[in-house]
């Protein structure tokens, strides 16, 4: 299997993989009614408290989440609330995704975008090409992939307000029976004042739920573009995908990165996904890292570190 960023994964493969995921959780379901798998509550414990030393001895708050395919959960402050950063990206993709549904339109719909309306002082892949526009009809898979592998600002934004903005993003996730995941604000507000980051809002184990239940349900067309997206994401290759694509596994993940705080800490440092590992093992995974005084490299490395752990763990039973 290719690893993630070197190609994109062919549908077969796609659909083969997806095969294995769904079979692992229909299996495992039906053996968690029947009997417990000899060793497996010991391997969790041992993971939970592999996890538990190791956030303990960083000098941050973190969080972690993990579910695996079979439904078992771990984790350390995974209901803790935590701010998202561009993981929210992901959320707002999901509320995309229903809106176009609900009208019965695909991905190549357009948006249309005026260049000057665009904000210059974010991070905006998309400013290289529509920055210089007058008005322009952007298709909604072209943002999308903005958003979810470039991470771009303004591409959220556009999909933002398309979709209906906060109202219509909680509905999504509510309707998916998550709770935990909170959305107020669009990246131009959180630019004109920080202390909304704080609003957008997510625990660990929310986003690991809702990124297990995307894995699940989202097989319909768009579902699996954005699937493709999530898996070919340009950004954070130095944080749960690392160890993850280096074992020959597959990632489908969304980072998120705050600024320096005036103390000099990293306000945040997310990524957030779902894994399937070279044996076909499924799980889902949150790493949430605040108020971190190490530098990006090391913070990157925490969100690394914890991948290992998880991906050895749960990815060897």
Known sequence: MARLGRCLWNDFEHLLVRKIFLLALVVGAALSVVCCRPGRDDRFASLRDELRSYVESCDAMIGVAVVTAEGDTVSINGDRRFPMMSVYKFPIALAVADHQTRLGSDLGDTVTVAGSSLHRDTYSPMLKVYGDADTVGIPVRELLSYALRES???????????????????????????????????????????????????????????????????????????????????????????????????????????????????SALNDAGYVVTAAGQGYAVAVFVQDSPYDMERTSAIISDISAMVLNAVGGL
């Open 152 to 266: 771009d600002n303004n591409a959220s934004d556009i999909l933002f307000d398309m979709c209906g903005g906060p109202d219509s993003v909680a509905a999504c996730i509510s309707g998916r029976g998550i709770e935990g995941v909170v959305i107020r604000w669009s990246e131009a507000q959180m630019h004109a004042d920080t202390a909304r980051c704080h609003g957008n809002a997510s625990t660990p184990m929310a986003m690991a739920r809702l990124f297990r239940s995307f894995y699940e349900t989202g097989c319909d067309s768009v579902g699996q573009e954005i699937r493709t997206m999530l898996e070919t994401c340009l950004t954070g290759a130095d944080r749960l995908a690392a160890p993850v694509v280096s074992a020959g596994g597959v990632i489908g993940h969304k980072t998120g990165t705050g600024d320096i705080t005036a103390a000099g800490r990293i």
